[in-house]
C-alpha cells in the first residue's frame, strides 16, 4: 500500500511538473508553433494523469482527438497564414504585471474553494480499478444518448461553418 | 491514489495560466490556443472528481467538453484564416474596427 502509494504520487508528479512547464512554455515562447508544441506536452501530460486515475478510455480519446486531431489543425493554420513572432506594444508589456497579479489571485481562490469542496468528497473514494470504458460506452449510448445524438449535429454545423467561412469569396 | 485535493490544485494553476496567456499574448493562434489549455485544466477537475466519487458521470462530460473543443477549434481557426485575409495580420491590436 505505501509503496504503491509513493510510486503513483512520484508519477504525479512528474506528469504535473511537465503539465506546468509546458504551460509556462506556451506562454513565454515567442513563436506560435513552439506555443503549439508546448501545448502538445500538456496534453500528452494530462493524458498520463488520466491513466494515472484509472480513465484509460479519456486518456486515449485525449491523445487522439487533442494531440492529433486539434493540434494538427493548429499546426496547419501556423504554417497556412505563416505566422511569424508576435510583437509587443509597451502597453501590452505593461498589462502583463498587474494580469499576472490576478491570475495568481484567481488560481488561488479557485484552488482553496474547490480543494475544501474535495477534501469532503474524499471519503467516498476507492480505487480506481472499474473497468471503466465498457460502463463508460453504456452511459454514453442508454443514459447521454440525446446529448450524444446532438453532438453529431454539433460537429455536421461545424464542418458546415468552417468550410462557408474559410472559403474564397467569389469575385 | 493521490488525493484528489493534488488533482484539483493542478487544475486550478494549469486554468490560471491559461488565463494570464489569454489576456498576456497577441498573437490569437496562441490566444486561441489558451482557451483550449483553459478547456484541459477543466476536464482534469472533471476526472478528478469522477474519480473521488467513483461515478463515471465525469469522464462522459469530459468526452463531450473534447467534442465541443473539436468543433470550436474547427470554426475559430476557419474565423482566423477569415481576419489573416481581410486584416493582413494576427495581432490582436491590429484588428480594432470596432475601436473608437
Same mark, same amino acid.
Given at each position: 500500500?505505501?509503496?504503491?502509494?509513493?510510486?503513483?504520487?512520484?508519477?504525479?508528479?512528474?506528469?504535473?511538473?511537465?503539465?506546468?512547464?509546458?504551460?509556462?512554455?506556451?506562454?513565454?515562447?515567442?513563436?506560435?508553433?513552439?506555443?503549439?508544441?508546448?501545448?502538445? /506536452?500538456?496534453?500528452?501530460?494530462?493524458?498520463?494523469?488520466?491513466?494515472?486515475?484509472?480513465?484509460?478510455?479519456?486518456?486515449?480519446?485525449?491523445?487522439?482527438?487533442?494531440?492529433?486531431?486539434?493540434?494538427?489543425?493548429?499546426?496547419?493554420?501556423?504554417?497556412?497564414?505563416?505566422?511569424? /513572432?508576435?510583437?509587443?506594444?509597451?502597453?501590452?508589456?505593461?498589462?502583463?504585471?498587474?494580469?499576472?497579479?490576478?491570475?495568481?489571485?484567481?488560481?488561488?481562490?479557485?484552488?482553496?474553494?474547490?480543494?475544501?469542496?474535495?477534501?469532503? /468528497?474524499?471519503?467516498?473514494?476507492?480505487?480506481?480499478?472499474?473497468?471503466?470504458?465498457?460502463?463508460?460506452?453504456?452511459?454514453?449510448?442508454?443514459?447521454?444518448?440525446?446529448?450524444?445524438?446532438?453532438?453529431?449535429?454539433?460537429?455536421?454545423?461545424?464542418?458546415?461553418?468552417?468550410?462557408?467561412?474559410?472559403?474564397?469569396?467569389?469575385? | 491514489?493521490?488525493?484528489?485535493?493534488?488533482?484539483?490544485?493542478?487544475?486550478?494553476?494549469?486554468?490560471?495560466?491559461?488565463?494570464?496567456?489569454?489576456?498576456?499574448?497577441?498573437?490569437?493562434?496562441?490566444?486561441?490556443?489558451?482557451?483550449?489549455?483553459?478547456?484541459?485544466?477543466?476536464?482534469?477537475?472533471?476526472?478528478?472528481?469522477?474519480?473521488?466519487?467513483?461515478?463515471?458521470?465525469?469522464?462522459?462530460?469530459?468526452?463531450?467538453?473534447?467534442?465541443?473543443?473539436?468543433?470550436?477549434?474547427?470554426?475559430?481557426?476557419?474565423?482566423?484564416?477569415?481576419?489573416?485575409?481581410?486584416?493582413?495580420?494576427?495581432?490582436?491590436?491590429?484588428?480594432?474596427?470596432?475601436?473608437?
Amino acid at each position: 500500500m505505501g509503496w504503491e502509494m509513493t510510486a503513483s504520487l512520484v508519477v504525479f508528479f512528474v506528469l504535473a511538473a511537465l503539465a506546468v512547464i509546458g504551460a509556462l512554455s506556451l506562454i513565454i515562447q515567442k513563436h506560435p508553433i513552439h506555443s503549439a508544441l508546448s501545448l502538445i /506536452v500538456v496534453m500528452v501530460a494530462l493524458a498520463g494523469l488520466y491513466l494515472l486515475m484509472g480513465a484509460e478510455f479519456v486518456a486515449a480519446v485525449q491523445i487522439i482527438v487533442y494531440g492529433g486531431a486539434i493540434m494538427v489543425l493548429f499546426v496547419f493554420v501556423i504554417m497556412l497564414l505563416n505566422a511569424g /513572432v508576435e510583437e509587443h506594444t509597451s502597453i501590452s508589456k505593461m498589462a502583463g504585471v498587474p494580469g499576472l497579479l490576478l491570475v495568481v489571485a484567481l488560481a488561488g481562490f479557485v484552488a482553496a474553494a474547490i480543494a475544501r469542496s474535495a477534501a469532503s /468528497v474524499q471519503s467516498v473514494s476507492q480505487s480506481g480499478t472499474m473497468s471503466s470504458t465498457k460502463e463508460i460506452s453504456g452511459m454514453i449510448f442508454k443514459d447521454f444518448v440525446y446529448p450524444f445524438e446532438l453532438t453529431s449535429f454539433l460537429i455536421l454545423v461545424a464542418i458546415l461553418g468552417a468550410t462557408v467561412l474559410a472559403q474564397r469569396e467569389k469575385s | 491514489m493521490v488525493p484528489t485535493n493534488y488533482y484539483v490544485i493542478l487544475s486550478a494553476i494549469l486554468f490560471g495560466l491559461g488565463v494570464f496567456a489569454f489576456i498576456f499574448k497577441r498573437n490569437i493562434i496562441t490566444i486561441f490556443m489558451s482557451i483550449e489549455l483553459m478547456l484541459n485544466a477543466v476536464n482534469l477537475a472533471f476526472v478528478a472528481f469522477s474519480q473521488a466519487l467513483g461515478k463515471l458521470d465525469g469522464q462522459v462530460f469530459v468526452l463531450f467538453v473534447i467534442v465541443v473543443a473539436a468543433a470550436e477549434a474547427a470554426v475559430g481557426l476557419g474565423i482566423i484564416i477569415l481576419i489573416a485575409r481581410n486584416r493582413q495580420t494576427l495581432n490582436v491590436e491590429r484588428v480594432d474596427l470596432l475601436k473608437l
